[in-house]
């Protein structure tokens, strides 16, 4: 089984950064190497939108238009953690932030149904 969970979040002002953590933990995710670790956030009455995702493996990365420039995602394998590095917040960035991950040497995954497991979310709220 895998487990992930988020840490980080918290209320920052406009232009303030934040890095969300996500620790992955588990039996297969020891066993395994191959995941797609990706980022969402969901706002109040909205759907779960993608922001970005992460190869396990090779460390490459894809993001949203919206977060472009300004997210970057990064791993520590080691530390079977990934992060979601946030700078030039913008209020519109209030949401709760979920990571997931999903086996398989397919890591390019923008759509939540495409994620098996997920973690609680964390609160980011950046004030105007």
């Known amino acids: 089984q895998v487990q992930l969970v988020e840490s980080g979040g918290g209320l920052v002002q406009a232009g303030d950064s934040l890095r969300l953590s996500c620790a992955a933990s588990g039996r297969t995710f020891s066993i395994l190497s191959s995941y797609a670790m990706g980022w969402f956030r969901q706002a109040p009455g909205k759907e779960r939108e993608f922001v970005g995702v992460?190869?396990?493996?090779?460390?490459?990365?894809i993001y949203a238009d919206s977060v472009k420039g300004r997210f970057t995602i990064s791993r520590d394998n080691a530390k079977n953690t990934v992060y979601l590095q946030m700078n030039s917040l913008k209020p519109e960035d209030t949401a709760v932030y979920y990571c997931?991950?999903?086996?398989?040497?397919?890591?390019?995954?923008?759509?939540?149904?495409?994620?098996?497991?997920w973690g609680q979310g964390t609160q980011v709220t950046v004030s105007s």
């Open positions: 992460i190869s396990w493996g090779g460390g490459s990365t």
């Open positions: 997931a991950a999903d086996p398989g040497s397919i890591w390019q995954k923008r759509k939540v149904a495409e994620y098996s497991v």
